[in-house]
Nanobody, 120 residues
Framework: VQLQASGGGLVQAGGSQRLSCAAS????????MGWYRQAPGKQRELVAG???????NYADSVKGRFTISRDNVKNTVDLQMNSLKPEDTAVYYC???????????????WGQGTLVTVSS
């Protein structure tokens, strides 16, 4: 199983960026995908994810600015990030996890991470 993330880079504050993650290999269709991030010196945190009932969860800090979407046929998950702030700077990871795994846990498969840098 591999998760390949793309779309990171340098963006100015107030700008937008879109991250994409494609899953390949044998992953159960019941697995849920999401995005996490880890800023320098901080723990990895949930950015946005799908729950086991198909709803979405967002970190309070990104609500109204970020949107997660998925394509179940292609097994991809995207993260549209708008109104970016310097504090959004982090390595962003996509994740695919079993439906029983809480969103705030480390279960499942992880991508290699893609760096997003927001300049002020």
């Amino acid at each position: 199983v591999q998760l390949q993330a793309s779309g990171g880079g340098l963006v100015q504050a107030g700008g937008s960026q879109r991250l994409s993650c494609a899953a390949s290999g044998s992953i159960s269709s019941s697995y849920r995908m999401g995005w996490y991030r880890q800023a320098p010196g901080k723990q990895r945190e949930l950015v946005a994810g799908f729950t086991n009932i198909g709803t979405t969860n967002y970190a309070d800090s990104v609500k109204g600015r970020f949107t997660i979407s998925r394509d179940n046929v292609k097994n991809t998950v995207d993260l549209q990030m708008n109104s970016l702030k310097p504090e959004d700077t982090a390595v962003y990871y996509c994740n695919s996890r079993p439906p029983w795994a809480p969103l705030n846990s480390d279960y499942g498969y992880w991508g290699q991470g893609t760096l997003v840098t927001v300049s002020s």
